[in-house]
């Protein structure tokens, strides 16, 4: 007889409920970007939701249905003549471009937000900085040996600018042979080195760079933590865009692609490991989805911003059934690629 408590039970789930959670806030934070803006710019909502699928519980407000549905992966804000044509006068596709720009973009604008808060929350407690900026070197470094120096600040890797130490760790990964071109500043001058040599490690199929030198600490004041919190997130965004330009250039195959399913399992082993682990990725997940919303792909925001620029240089609309057309064949494709990663997703389960 198998004898399981309440407790274990408890135990086994909470992580799972705590990564749920966590994608809900995101997702109701980025549909309250869209919500508030057009509430402030005149558009009537008809609801705003959290979840899919049938209806759990809800209100009716003055003007806007607030519903709490029964499946946590999503939620929407459904405007007066979003996706439709609509008599009202303060429905979503009769009013001013620039005001549709403004609700569509705000969605993207909300995560970001987010994505800094909580860069500033992780930082508080934090009494010295990394920089970019080398300290000292490990004995026999071949990065050393190769070029670099003491005191040298990296300021670009492999021609790609370097805003912090963490998108430096992630020109630091997956890198052929060890080898890379990294330009610094010595002296007050920039000065390129080629093919500096670095030992390497692997991971699940993943090489990594085995950093071979110390950089300097940035002492903790009102400035540098301002500074920092905006420089650690342009890390992420910088992180998120050219991790999808890697994907698309082949660096990285669908192997490290990870949907909802796969997140799920991450988030939920780190919240089992430390609570607080889950801050870095909650943040880094945000600005993820911020990123990709403004992707200007169909059926996303950025697609819709798209049409909306077009109208704004043109001074016309690009016809709705064109339009409807281009969204729903994006959409389809959208889903479908979400379906096969999610299907990895599962499979590595087992």
Known sequence: MIDITISEIWGAVWPYLAAISLFLILIIIHEFGHFIAAKLLGVKVNEFAVGFGPRLFGFQGKETKYSFNLVPLGGY????????????????????????????????????????????????????????????????????????????????????????????NYAFTNVEDGSLDITVLRDGKKVELENVKFETDEMEGISYIKWDFKVYGIKKTV?????????????????????????????????????????????????????MDLLPMMALITVNLGIFNLLPLPALDGGRLVFILFEMIFRRKVPEKYENIIHTVGFMVLIGIMLLVTFKDIIGLF
């Open 77 to 168: 804000c459904a405007m007066e003549g979003e996706d439709e044509n609509s008599d009202d006068s303060r429905a979503f596709c009769n009013k001013a471009a620039w005001r549709r720009f403004l609700i569509v973009i705000m969605g993207a604008v909300f995560n970001l937000i987010l994505g800094l808060i909580i860069v500033a929350i992780i930082l508080a407690p934090q009494k010295m900085f990394g920089s970019t900026t080398i300290a000292e070197f490990s004995e026999n470094a071949l990065s050393h040996q190769s070029g670099l120096m003491a005191d040298d600040k990296i300021v670009e890797i492999d021609g790609r600018r370097i805003f912090g130490i963490y998108d430096m």
């Open 223 to 275: 400035g540098n933590y301002i500074k920092q919190t905006f420089s650690t997130t342009a890390s992420y965004c910088v992180i998120i865009w050219r991790s999808l330009l890697d994907l698309l250039s082949g660096k990285y195959g669908i192997s490290a692609i990870s949907g909802p399913v796969g997140m799920t399992v991450t988030i939920a082993d780190a919240a089992r490991q430390n609570f």
